[in-house]
Nanobody, 126 residues
Framework: QVQLVESGGGLVQAGGSLRLSCAAS????????MGWFRQAPGKERDVVAA????????YYRDSVKDRFTISRDNAKNTVYLQMNSLKPEDTAVYYC???????????????????WGQGTQVTVSS
């Protein structure tokens, strides 16, 4: 059983920055891939970024490339999402998720992930 707890969300003005953290417990954190997803009201949950077990391979959705950075610290069992140049359209609940079936490869569909955090709200004002 894996537990994931996100933190770092909040209210920020457009152009600002936030850093999300996701602390994992249970399982072997360094053995699985991790992802950040977001869900805005009335919309589907979509991948934002994902990282393999080592941090050596990453994925970003087009709309956040060059603004967001995903990273992980396996010694601290934590994955991060640094979000810069935030836009109002980034407003959503952000979730971290663990893919226990894969370590090396990255998947982007929510159904590929086994465990989820409770989510943290990110609101970007214009």
């Amino acid at each position: 059983q894996v537990q994931l707890v996100e933190s770092g969300g909040g209210l920020v003005q457009a152009g600002g920055s936030l850093r999300l953290s996701c602390a994992a417990s249970g399982g072997t954190f360094s053995a699985y891939a991790m992802g950040w997803f977001r869900q805005a009201p009335g919309k589907e949950r979509d991948v934002v970024a994902a990282v393999n077990w080592s941090g050596g391979s990453t994925y970003y959705r087009d709309s956040v490339k060059d603004r967001f950075t995903i990273s992980r610290d396996n010694a601290k069992n934590t994955v991060y999402l640094q979000m810069n140049s935030l836009k109002p359209e980034d407003t959503a609940v952000y979730y971290c998720a663990a893919d226990l079936r894969r370590a090396f490869n990255i998947r982007t569909h929510p159904k590929e992930y086994d465990y989820w955090g409770q989510g943290t709200q990110v609101t970007v004002s214009s």
